[in-house]
Nanobody, 118 residues
Framework: VQLQASGGGLVQAGGSLRLSCAAS????????ILWSRQAPGKEREEVAG????????YYNSFVRGRFTVSRDRDKNTVYLQLNRLTPGDTAVYYC????????????WGKGTQVTVSS
């Protein structure tokens, strides 16, 4: 059972990236997915989440309409579209799978680095 976040990279301020969270060894269907991030010297913070059915989403207040989380059942993948990026968004982004109601995350994957230059 593995989760893998991908799609990070170096982008200029104002740019966009689309992160992907893929699973191997199990299906993401029915699992809520949480995107979180950790910047150097800072604690990990939650960014956005989507429930197992894809009907409910969560966004941290700092997202301010810039990011969108979605899921593709056929591809067993969850996406995080990052728009209007700022240097403050520079971090390693992680995805995790778990339960929406309890907000507990059972599976964690390796992160993907997002670097935003000014």
């Amino acid at each position: 059972v593995q989760l893998q976040a991908s799609g990070g990279g170096l982008v200029q301020a104002g740019g966009s990236l689309r992160l992907s969270c893929a699973a191997s060894g199990f299906g993401l269907g029915g699992h809520a997915i949480l995107w979180s991030r950790q910047a150097p010297g800072k604690e990990r913070e939650e960014v956005a989440g989507i429930d197992g059915g894809g009907s409910a989403t969560y966004y941290n207040s700092f997202v301010r309409g810039r990011f969108t989380v979605s899921r593709d059942r056929d591809k067993n993948t969850v996406y995080l579209q990052l728009n209007r990026l700022t240097p403050g968004d520079t971090a390693v982004y992680y995805c995790s799978a778990g339960n929406w109601q309890s907000w507990k995350w059972k599976y964690w994957g390796k992160g993907t680095q997002v670097t935003v230059s000014s």
